[in-house]
């Protein structure tokens, strides 16, 4: 018997039919003698819909009021999920996140989880209770309901699960799994059987949307381990895991050690409208980089990939570094704005860069990656305009229009096409 949480995402439950098909996922695992608690999302579609209620009402309104009014799509849906579980003959309870209770502090919007008390969830569970609990919220130190932000069921459902001492996090959604790269841009992607958290937080922060960054973080923080998988499998067909062996279908994020065969390069990200802006012959002196990338802060404005070349003599510097495209022209001026601050001789840069990645545990005991990337680049004419790597990762910018190209030479290149 394992203890597991479940969550399901908004196209999960877009409606009363696919509550049904998720609900039928949540029987087999109660038939298979497992405690489950479910986490769920609010429908496809519904929390766009509450947050333009509420500019519509004021565009200059109370954060706990827009709470109180985006809140109420999970209730729909946990509401919907027990009734549905229980007409099923599973006895089941909704919960709303402050009666749970999930405590997080008072950033309404944007709140965070401070903590979860998970008795009246776990004595549930050993009841044969399945607790359906709404994701994206909770309540403040205040007794006001609060939201996580965009994406905060997934971060919800980790939590929950290392609340109750879960054995893993199910997150279903409308992907089978996580896979080498984007099948859209490249058909022979495979599906992992399993990645480090490591792994998939690279993966998650530099492009790939199967999960959200933070909800990763929790689970690496927590060794909580989570399988990726689609609501849309059939419930009731036979449990086999991506490899064709019976077992859990999807992909596991787990703990590196979890991990048998390592593989140099676990997976290929793109990451398109990406802008590079050049700051020549900056004064080198202490402060210089802090004065910079800090009037950026201060306008919100998101900083990727830096790198600083020093002169001959010392006295001056370039820094280049990437912003989101959509943020480039905010931050040109920012920086023009804040000329009496930044010494600099000519401030230059373009739009249209896509940052390429490889992302694989295996590159830590492998020399040569970095170098055999470049190569693989260059043999198909693909100029690199920067480059910055972790220990698990190298990252280049490259023209947009040769992103897809890049992705396809180099999945083939690190053998990820085959089995």
């Given at each position: 018997?394992?203890?597991?949480?479940?969550?399901?995402?908004?196209?999960?439950?877009?409606?009363?039919?696919?509550?049904?098909?998720?609900?039928?996922?949540?029987?087999?695992?109660?038939?298979?003698?497992?405690?489950?608690?479910?986490?769920?999302?609010?429908?496809?579609?519904?929390?766009?819909?509450?947050?333009?209620?509420?500019n519509?009402?004021?565009?200059?309104?109370?954060?706990?009021?827009?709470?109180?009014?985006?809140?109420?799509?999970?209730q729909?849906?946990?509401?919907?999920?027990?009734?549905?579980?229980?007409?099923?003959?599973?006895?089941?309870?909704?919960?709303?996140?402050?009666?749970?209770?999930?405590?997080?502090?008072?950033?309404?919007?944007?709140?965070?989880?401070?903590?979860?008390?998970?008795?009246?969830?776990?004595?549930?569970?050993?009841?044969?209770?399945?607790?359906?609990?709404?994701?994206?919220?909770?309540?403040?130190?205040?007794?006001?309901?609060?939201?996580?932000?965009?994406?905060?069921?997934?971060?919800?459902?980790?939590?929950?699960?290392?609340?109750?001492?879960?054995?893993?996090?199910?997150?279903?959604?409308?992907?089978?799994?996580?896979y080498?790269?984007?099948?859209?841009?490249?058909?022979?992607?495979?599906?992992?059987?399993?990645?480090?958290f490591?792994?998939?937080?690279?993966?998650?922060?530099?492009?790939?949307?199967?999960?959200?960054?933070?909800?990763?973080?929790?689970?690496?923080?927590?060794?909580?381990?989570?399988?990726?998988?689609s609501?849309?499998?059939?419930?009731?067909?036979?449990?086999?895991?991506?490899?064709g062996?019976?077992?859990?279908?999807?992909?596991?994020?787990?703990?590196?050690?979890?991990?048998?065969?390592?593989?140099?390069?676990?997976?290929?990200?793109?990451?398109?409208?990406?802008?590079?802006?050049?700051?020549?012959?900056v004064?080198?002196?202490?402060?210089?980089?802090?004065?910079?990338?800090?009037?950026l802060?201060?306008?919100?404005?998101?900083?990727?990939?830096?790198?600083?070349?020093?002169?001959?003599?010392?006295?001056?510097?370039?820094?280049?570094?990437?912003?989101?495209?959509?943020?480039?022209?905010?931050?040109?001026?920012?920086?023009?704005?804040?000329?009496?601050?930044?010494e600099?001789?000519?401030?230059?840069?373009?739009?249209?860069?896509?940052?390429?990645?490889?992302?694989?545990?295996?590159?830590?005991?492998?020399?040569?990656?970095?170098?055999?990337?470049?190569?693989?680049?260059?043999?198909?004419?693909?100029?690199?305009?920067?480059?910055?790597?972790?220990?698990?990762?190298?990252?280049?910018?490259?023209?947009?229009?040769?992103?897809?190209?890049?992705?396809?030479?180099?999945?083939?290149?690190?053998?990820?096409?085959?089995?």
């Amino acid at each position: 018997m394992a203890r597991i949480v479940m969550k399901f995402g908004g196209t999960s439950v877009a409606d009363v039919e696919r509550i049904r098909q998720a609900a039928r996922h949540v029987k087999r695992e109660v038939d298979a003698g497992n405690e489950v608690a479910v986490v769920v999302s609010a429908m496809s579609g519904k929390t766009n819909e509450l947050v333009g209620w509420v500019n519509s009402a004021s565009r200059l309104h109370d954060a706990r009021e827009y709470d109180a009014v985006v809140a109420s799509g999970e209730q729909v849906t946990a509401g919907l999920m027990a009734i549905v579980l229980s007409d099923m003959g599973i006895p089941s309870r909704s919960f709303a996140g402050w009666q749970v209770p999930i405590h997080t502090d008072d950033a309404h919007g944007a709140a965070r989880i401070t903590g979860i008390e998970p008795e009246a969830l776990t004595s549930r569970m050993a009841e044969g209770i399945v607790p359906v609990v709404t994701g994206f919220q909770g309540v403040s130190p205040s007794g006001r309901i609060t939201t996580l932000g965009r994406g905060g069921s997934d971060t919800s459902a980790v939590a929950v699960a290392a609340a109750v001492g879960a054995d893993r996090c199910d997150i279903y959604t409308d992907v089978d799994g996580v896979y080498t790269t984007d099948p859209r841009i490249v058909p022979k992607a495979q599906r992992l059987n399993r990645i480090a958290f490591e792994e998939m937080l690279e993966m998650a922060s530099l492009g790939a949307k199967v999960l959200m960054i933070r909800s990763v973080e929790l689970a690496m923080a927590h060794k909580v381990r989570l399988v990726v998988r689609s609501t849309f499998d059939d419930p009731d067909a036979p449990q086999i895991a991506p490899d064709g062996t019976p077992g859990i279908p999807g992909t596991l994020v787990c703990d590196e050690e979890e991990i048998m065969e390592k593989q140099i390069v676990s997976g290929v990200t793109l990451a398109k409208s990406e802008a590079k802006i050049t700051l020549r012959d900056v004064k080198d002196k202490p402060g210089v980089a802090a004065a910079i990338f800090g009037t950026l802060a201060d306008q919100s404005i998101v900083v990727d990939m830096i790198v600083q070349n020093i002169s001959d003599d010392g006295a001056t510097t370039d820094i280049t570094f990437t912003v989101p495209e959509s943020e480039y022209d905010k931050a040109v001026a920012t920086l023009e704005g804040a000329g009496d601050r930044i010494e600099y001789a000519k401030l230059s840069g373009s739009k249209g860069g896509a940052k390429i990645s490889v992302v694989g545990v295996g590159m830590r005991s492998h020399a040569g990656v970095a170098s055999s990337m470049f190569k693989a680049l260059a043999d198909k004419g693909i100029n690199i305009q920067l480059i910055t790597t972790s220990e698990i990762k190298t990252s280049v910018l490259i023209d947009e229009q040769y992103a897809e190209l890049a992705v396809r030479a180099l999945h083939t290149y690190y053998g990820l096409d085959k089995q």
